[in-house]
């Protein structure tokens, strides 16, 4: 597509509860990141799929978080048991790889938990 | 892990003025780049440079790794220039893509 696109923009959800986050690169692009930024905060790293390498996911806040990237596009990032302070935007963000990583974020997703 | 400080955390502008925005980090970088975020909250890539010298219209950054910084120049600012600027800075190696975000400069123009 010709942009970043990411579903839904907004997630309400109650304690405890599961969700899933979605991220539809720029076709052609290798590279997938996912941050979060919580509330006048700064963007915090979570993953990121570079091709059919395995992931960096050195980021990942614990076992609750986890992502897949199917088909080397579409990627989904899984709350599982979802706590208040994962109340953040999660941001997501490709590049082409190769020798240009400049990034192209979406509108991001703002999840509350309540 | 690579440290990302960037100066003033907030400025304030008449429209027109002329403004410097500072970045620091704390180690090697190949991958270095500059956004800015608008009142609504999309990200906006301004500059992919890990080092020398770009320029887009009235904005241009250095990056001079060696010494360890980078440089936003805004120009004959105007209102919509408002927002928060964010530099990121990553190290390479096997996740060369991976990046640090500073803290933001937030900057408010005034008309």
């Known amino acids: 597509g010709a942009g970043v696109s990411q579903s839904p923009s907004n997630k309400v959800t109650e304690k405890g509860k599961d969700v899933e986050l979605r991220c539809d690169p720029i076709s052609g692009h290798t590279a997938l990141y996912w941050y979060r930024q919580s509330l006048g905060q700064g963007l915090e790293f979570l993953i990121y799929f570079q091709g059919n390498s395995a992931p960096d996911k050195s980021g990942l806040p614990s076992d609750r978080f986890s992502a897949e990237r199917t088909g080397g596009s579409v990627s989904t990032l899984t709350i599982q048991r979802t706590q208040q302070e994962d109340s953040a935007v999660y941001l997501c963000?490709?590049?082409?790889?190769?020798?240009?990583?400049?990034?192209?974020f979406g509108s991001g997703t703002r999840l509350t938990v309540v | 892990g690579i440290q990302v400080e960037q100066s003033p955390p907030d400025l304030i502008l008449q429209e027109g003025a002329n403004s410097t925005l500072r970045c620091n980090f704390s180690?090697?970088?190949?991958?270095l780049q500059w956004f800015h975020q608008n009142p609504w909250g999309q990200l906006i890539n301004l500059f992919y440079i890990p080092s020398g010298t770009k320029q887009n219209g009235r904005l241009s950054a250095t990056t001079v790794a060696t010494e360890r910084y980078s440089l936003l120049y805004i120009s004959s600012s105007q209102t919509t220039d408002s927002g928060v600027y964010f530099c990121a800075a990553g190290t390479g190696g096997t996740s060369y893509g991976k990046l640090t975000f500073g803290q933001g400069t937030i900057l408010t123009v005034h008309p």
């Open positions: 963000a490709s590049s082409h790889g190769g020798t240009d990583y400049g990034y192209t």
């Open positions: 180690d090697s970088v190949n991958n």
